[in-house]
């Protein structure tokens, strides 16, 4: 089984709903609306970037939520040049994170055309001639961010001591000066 998956309206687009969908021989739209979008930058604006991606992963992780019993390939429109490997991470251990075991070669990146069904099923719901089939709350979109909050990034987590990683996840730069202070009390104990 092969999904398609397409966005209209990208989540850094603030004055627009984000419309996410999939297809394959069912369809399957999920809205994330502006005012959420809004409330959700307006408190991470220290970290744009990333929750565009995080928000992006929700979105996917509820649209394809049903399918996954069948091992579908997932088949990801090129949303984000240069961080297909940040989404595809990110989308993988959300899935992990749910208890659903699955293989990371399944997650593809590629360019998805116009004529594709997730496409039209996007921007048709998009401009409202569509309904979507679920709409996220801010608390759908919460309880995952949460989640995702407790998540070091998988460079630092191999240089920082478990019993440290719960304090500084999340926390950027406090990763940095913990990383920082853990490699100097290392080099210090080895020239002892």
């Avoid at 970037?49 to 990801?76: A, D, E, H, M, V």
């Avoid at 909050?149 to 406090?174: E, K, N």
């Amino acid at each position: 089984m092969r999904i398609e998956i397409d966005q209209s309206g990208k989540i850094e687009q603030l004055n627009s709903d984000t419309c996410i969908a999939c297809s394959n021989e069912d369809n399957y739209c999920v809205v994330i609306p502006k005012q959420i979008k809004q409330t959700i930058h307006y408190d991470h604006k220290n970290r744009v970037k990333q929750i565009k991606l995080k928000l992006f992963c929700i979105g996917i992780y509820y649209c394809i939520s049903k399918f996954l019993n069948r091992k579908p390939t997932i088949i990801l429109d090129n949303e984000y040049e240069g961080n297909e490997s940040i989404v595809k991470y990110l989308l993988l251990e959300l899935l992990r994170n749910q208890k659903i075991p699955f293989d990371k070669r399944l997650i593809q990146v590629s360019r998805i055309g116009k004529s594709s069904n997730a496409h039209i099923l996007a921007i048709n719901t998009q401009r409202g001639e569509l309904k979507p089939n679920k709409t996220l709350s801010e608390n759908d979109i919460t309880k995952v961010l949460k989640w995702f909050r407790g998540q070091a990034t998988p460079a630092l987590s191999r240089f920082i001591p478990s019993d440290m990683l719960g304090r500084v996840a999340g926390h950027p730069s406090s990763m940095l000066n913990m990383l920082n202070k853990y490699i100097n009390l290392s080099l210090k104990n080895e020239a002892k």
